[in-house]
């Protein structure tokens, strides 16, 4: 007996912002990833050669694994702007 939520499988896929042909192919290439797909299946449905959709395959792969990557806690430090420095130095003179 196996407990817990279905896996989403490519509903993941669809609760992402994009367009539903970038959504298509990311599924194909997941779908290979998983092993439910064959690259030749994969290929055949995006009407690229393998060496494409290796090339695919690693961008995304790729992007993902940049995407996952630690980053530094809080948000980063916002430059401020020469107006918004003048202002400030205009605001702070005027008090003295």
Do not use: H, N, Y
């Amino acid at each position: 007996m196996t407990r817990g939520r279905p896996p989403l499988k490519s509903a993941l896929v669809d609760a992402l912002p994009g367009p539903e042909e970038d959504k298509r192919r990311l599924r194909l290439i997941l779908a290979t990833v998983s092993g439910e797909l064959t690259v030749a299946q994969a290929c055949e449905q995006l009407g690229v050669g393998e060496t494409r959709f290796f090339d695919l395959r690693r961008q995304a792969l790729e992007s993902a694994l940049a995407g996952i990557a630690p980053r530094e806690p809080g948000r980063p430090q916002q430059q401020e702007s020469p107006e918004a420095a003048r202002i400030a130095s205009c605001s702070s003179s005027s008090r003295i």
